[in-house]
């Protein structure tokens, strides 16, 4: 904050780094800790763990319009992800996503009418003939449809198996991302990774 005011005094980050430098050193003469303006090493999260996250190390990069630092962060699973310090302080992170991937599979959890874990698997009914669910042959046509909270939602007829397939598909996308947002909403992060 206060190099952000210097810088934007006019100063050049030359000036402002020199400046930063004395004070610096300065309060170290006096016998205080160094205050942290040195960017990029505000808070020191190297090993601390986060649920199932490990901090690993800082980046130089940001989230545009973010200030805090941004962590490479390791997964018990393996997987890395990147996650800004405040919200890894904050508890805002338990995983890479994994946790709730499993939370969800081991609940049978129903929001508005709707199975989630139905909703979020690629399971194919044994009786569908098309080889994609919700693609079925009606007439001389592909018909396409998609149930979701409780209501059928006819996605139109097509001629082509694959554009039946592809309207399907599309339709799938939109119903994931709305059950992954009511999965968020319900499934709040807990301290217990
Ligand atoms: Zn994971």
């Known amino acids: 904050m206060w190099r952000q005011r210097l810088l934007e005094r006019g100063l050049s980050p030359r000036t402002v780094e020199v400046y930063v430098t004395d004070v610096n050193a300065l309060l170290k003469w006096a016998g205080h800790r160094e205050l942290c303006f040195t960017q990029g090493r505000a808070v020191d999260l ?4 986060f649920g199932r996250l490990t901090a690993v190390e800082p980046l130089a990069e940001r989230i545009p319009g973010q200030r805090s630092v941004l962590w490479r962060c390791r997964c018990d699973c393996g ?23 499993e939370v969800l599979m081991e609940s049978n959890l129903y929001v508005d009418n709707t199975n989630l874990k139905a909703v979020l ?13 919700g693609v079925f042959r009606k007439r001389d046509k592909w018909a396409a449809r998609i149930q979701y909270k409780g209501k059928i939602y006819s996605l139109g007829c097509y001629y082509r198996r694959e554009d039946a397939i592809r309207a399907r598909k599309n339709a799938e996308a939109w119903v994931k991302d709305d059950a992954e947002r009511l999965l968020e909403m319900v499934n709040t992060p807990k301290q217990t990774g």
Not at 46 to 49: E, P
Not at 90 to 95: A, E, F, I
């Open 121 to 133: 698997s690629d399971t194919v009914r044994k009786d569908n003939t098309s080889g994609h669910p």
């Open 79 to 101: 997987k890395e992800i990147k996650a800004q310090a405040n919200q890894l302080l904050r508890g805002y992170y338990q995983s890479c996503g994994c946790r709730k991937a």
């Open 46 to 49: 190297s090993g601390r763990r």
